[in-house]
């Protein structure tokens, strides 16, 4: 494999695979509940991907209990890992991110948390919470998207770069693996701009990355713009060696979790490519073998390929 993926880097660091089992905690956003904004950001809709589990009368223990029992007297299971991942996980009073996790810290058979927010939900007082979850392994997935404040700005995510830089000090100092979530193709921005966006991740305490397609889903404010011609999606063979280059540029100890959007096929609307989610990792993965590139090659590891 030409770069870290998080199955190799759970192999290398724990021995075992993991599986993030995704929950509900009832979270919203502050960019939509209208503490920041009602619109939210232009390509996140109203769902903000989220499944509504718990609205829909399902506690944590029914969720994880569901989510698992696949998983039960199997010979060789993998870690498990509880995953708030829509909306912003640690928004509202630090009373409710503390009730939150001592409920999953109790679920049966959990080996750690990864929890998904905004940088500008994250203060001293919740990130000691966090860190003081009572597994081994705690994860904070921070979105970014980009690095440059004027994108930031016209997308609408009510927050600088420098306050992402400020979260993922202070998440890393406290112990917690960060994993910064940035975005190929948003309004306005070149394919220069992303790989800014990626520097600046890789020079951060930061130690994963999500490098996302940017996907126009129904009923984003990306909608309307698509739909108006005032937006239109990268091609998909300019994202391939996009994401490609952004590979090469990362630092060679970090995890690439992800290398492509995911999209609900029932909300995806543009670009078609995106729905093709195994057939683009194939040839983000062909585009690097035939470069003879890999992670970490136009950054700190020039001369050979690491084994990862
Ligand atoms: S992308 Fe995240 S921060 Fe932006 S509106 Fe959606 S849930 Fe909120």
């Given amino acids: 494999m030409r770069y870290q993926t998080l199955a190799a880097s759970c192999l290398r660091r724990l021995g075992r695979r993991a599986h993030k089992i995704p929950l509900d905690a009832g979270f919203t956003c502050p960019n939509r509940d209208g503490t920041l904004s009602h619109g939210g950001c232009v390509f996140c809709n109203p769902s903000g991907s989220g499944t509504g589990l718990l609205l829909k009368g399902f506690g944590l223990r029914a969720q994880w209990d569901r989510l698992t029992a696949r998983f039960s007297g199997r010979p060789d299971p993998p870690l498990l890992w509880a995953y708030l991942q829509s909306f912003s996980n640690t928004h509202g009073p630090a009373q409710k991110l503390a009730a939150a996790l001592e409920a999953m810290a109790a679920l049966?058979?959990?080996d750690g948390l990864c929890l998904g927010t905004r940088p500008d939900s994250l203060d001293d007082e919740?990130?000691?919470l966090l860190a003081a979850f009572p597994h081994a392994e705690r994860r904070l997935e921070i979105g970014l998207q980009s690095a440059n404040?004027?994108?930031?700005d016209r997308i609408g995510r009510g927050h600088d770069a420098a306050c992402?830089?400020?979260a993922a000090h202070a998440a890393a100092s406290r112990g917690l693996l960060v994993c910064a979530h940035v975005m190929a193709g948003l309004p306005g921005e070149s394919p220069d701009d992303f790989l800014a966006t990626v520097d600046f991740a890789a020079t951060l305490p930061v130690d994963s990355i999500k490098l996302h397609n940017t996907l126009v889903v129904r009923h984003s404010r990306l909608e309307a713009l698509w739909r108006s011609g005032g937006y239109r999606p990268m091609d998909?063979?300019?994202?391939?060696?996009?994401?490609a280059a952004a590979i090469a540029r990362l630092r060679s100890?970090?995890?690439v979790e992800r290398i492509n959007a995911d999209a609900a096929p029932d909300e995806l609307l543009a670009p078609a490519w995106a729905a093709d989610k195994s057939g683009l990792i194939r040839d983000i993965r062909t585009c690097l073998a035939d470069a003879d590139s890999w992670q970490g090659r136009d950054r700190d590891a020039p001369d050979a390929m690491p084994q990862w």
């Fill in 108 to 110: 049966p058979g959990i």
């Fill in 126 to 128: 919740k990130l000691d």
């Fill in 149 to 152: 404040d004027a994108t930031l």
């Fill in 164 to 166: 992402f830089a400020r």
């Fill in 236 to 243: 998909r063979q300019d994202y391939v060696a996009l994401a």
């Fill in 253 to 255: 100890d970090m995890t």
